[in-house]
Nanobody, 125 residues
Framework: QVQLVESGGGSVQSGGSLRLSCAASGHTRGIHCMAWFRQAPGKEREGVANINFDATPSYALSVKDRFTISQDNAKNILYLQMDSLKPEDTAMYYC???????????????????WGQGTHVTVSS
């Protein structure tokens, strides 16, 4: 089993920045892909960014050039640097991990076996 704990959410004004973290523990050696998803009220969960074990990233078009996904393999921490935030980025953000290589470009929730509890991000205009 793999446990994931997110942190770093909060409230920020439009144009601001936040950095989310996801600490992984347990049987992490088998993890090949990690990702960030988000879910806004009344909307479906959507993929934001993923990163393969070889550090190859992939981004949703809505966040490309604004968000950066990275990982510290030594500390088992996944990050999401979010810049130029917009009100439409407001959502609960979830960290996810999977046992297989990242599926790109069409990747979704079904590709990930392990999930964190989420951290909330609010962007005000």
């Amino acid at each position: 089993q793999v446990q994931l704990v997110e942190s770093g959410g909060g409230s920020v004004q439009s144009g601001g920045s936040l950095r989310l973290s996801c600490a992984a523990s347990g049987h992490t050696r088998g993890i090949h892909c990690m990702a960030w998803f988000r879910q806004a009220p009344g909307k479906e969960r959507e993929g934001v960014a993923n990163i393969n074990f070889d550090a190859t990233p992939s981004y949703a078009l809505s966040v490309k050039d604004r968000f950066t996904i990275s990982q510290d393999n030594a500390k088992n921490i996944l990050y999401l640097q979010m810049d130029s935030l917009k009100p439409e980025d407001t959502a609960m953000y979830y960290c996810a991990a999977g046992d297989y290589n990242c599926v790109v470009p069409n990747w979704g929730s079904d590709d990930f076996a392990y999930w964190g509890q989420g951290t909330h991000v609010t962007v005000s205009s």
